[in-house]
């Protein structure tokens, strides 16, 4: 395809707005490159599609208006099934519960058996869109059942949500119909508020315990509901607490100039050759290793003179993942301190085997190379 040459600080050096990793529950491969580095250095410019979208394509639209319209009822919920492929996954939340298969989704939302624990639904979408190729995903501020349950009717769960999503190709990509185009749906939420917002309406056994499945479900007999677990998940909040201060000690690190002491020792010391950095999703080539995301640390040294990162909502942990929405801020040494901001959906992996290590680093932001025009435009000067 035709190429444009775009400045090697808009587009090789955004660091740390990482976007998704999809692991084994979406059986999806990511190219995997441990010397992007290298390719960065050796040019001044980074070839991309000259036609990257600086809007959200057709069908990304088509597939959050969709959203839009089934999650505010019950009635209308079931109808998200048809958006899916015949193997989709739907992860809810991930990545503690994940269903392949739309028999075993369909099951999932199934409103006849929703209506005998809620009354209805709705949810309220935050206004701004966020895609790159074929991931697409928005966030919910609000989302929330009421309750059905006799003595319990007027009792309401609500949570913040994440939704995301993964188109199956890009084939249909300029199509405004989004059926059967879905490959993968995850929910981000904190399983921890929701199971005990449940339990005060009654619609969770608190003596009852449910095991954690150990892979996608497949089979339509599942007896899950959507939000409604049934008990409460064996070893919850196992991780919470090494989720929550990886969170804080990323925080801190992306609050700091990468040229102050410490910031690379800091990082490397809560990585290792099994952590996987995407930069962002559907972009560029992921990083893997101490070695591959050293060097990329490197380049953040020589050629950013601040980051910053705001937290703009409460941290959402569910098993080993934690998340939240984050406005990040770069200045640029050589485009004379020139300023880009993105708000992003940041959310990490911590591995189970060491929690004091990454697994992965993903933050989720519109790579479009809009929020580093005015900077590019003054390297290119």
């Not at 190219?31 to 991309?48: F, G, L, M, R, S």
């Not at 999503?165 to 490959?183: C, F, K, M, V």
């Not at 002491?261 to 996987?276: A, P």
């Not at 020139?338 to 004091?356: F, G, K, L, V, W």
Request: glycine content about 6%; proline content about 6%; some cysteine.
């Amino acid at each position: 395809p035709l190429t444009i040459g775009v400045s090697m600080v808009a587009l090789c050096s955004v660091v740390f707005l990482s976007a998704v990793l999809f692991t084994q529950a979406a059986s999806v491969n990511l190219e995997i490159n441990n010397d992007i580095t290298a390719k960065c250095a050796a040019t001044e410019t980074y070839p991309v599609p000259s036609d990257y979208p600086l809007v959200p394509p057709p069908l990304h639209v088509a597939v959050w208006n969709n959203f839009v319209t089934h999650i505010t009822s019950l009635d209308d919920f079931i109808g998200l099934v048809d958006l899916l492929t015949d193997d989709a996954v739907w992860c809810d939340p991930y990545p503690t519960f994940c269903f392949k298969g739309k028999p075993a989704i369909r099951s999932l939302l199934d409103p006849t058996k929703l209506k005998n624990s809620f009354r209805d639904i709705s949810g309220q979408f935050w206004g701004q869109l966020i895609f790159n190729n074929l991931t697409g995903g928005a966030w919910l501020p609000n989302a929330v059942e009421a309750g059905a349950k006799p003595g319990h009717e007027g009792c309401v769960v609500g949570t913040k949500n994440f939704v995301e999503w993964r188109l199956a190709s890009e084939q249909d990509i300029n199509s405004t119909d989004a059926t059967g185009q879905i490959a993968e749906v995850r929910w981000y939420y904190d399983i921890d508020s929701i199971v005990k917002q449940q339990t005060e309406c009654a619609l969770i056994d608190p003596t009852k315990t449910i095991p954690l499945p150990d892979g996608p479900i497949t089979n339509a007999d599942h007896g899950f509901l959507h939000h409604l677990l049934g008990g409460i998940p064996v070893d919850i909040n196992k991780y919470r607490d090494a989720v929550t201060l990886m969170l804080q000690t990323m925080v801190d690190l992306l609050s700091k100039p990468p040229s102050s002491e410490g910031w690379l020792e800091g990082w490397l010391n809560i990585v290792s050759n099994d952590t996987t950095w995407c930069d962002p999703y559907g972009t560029y080539p992921c990083n893997k290793g101490i070695e591959a995301i050293t060097g990329f640390l490197n380049y953040s040294i020589a050629n950013f003179t601040t980051l910053r990162m705001d937290v703009q909502s409460e941290s959402h942990i569910t098993g080993t993942m934690g998340g939240r929405l984050v406005d990040f801020t770069i200045t640029y040494k050589e485009a004379h301190n020139c300023m880009s901001t993105t708000h992003e959906h940041a959310y990490i992996e911590i591995d189970p085997r060491n929690t004091s290590k990454l697994l992965f680093n993903n933050f989720f932001f519109i790579d479009n190379q809009q929020p580093q025009t005015s900077c590019t435009k003054r390297f290119n000067a």
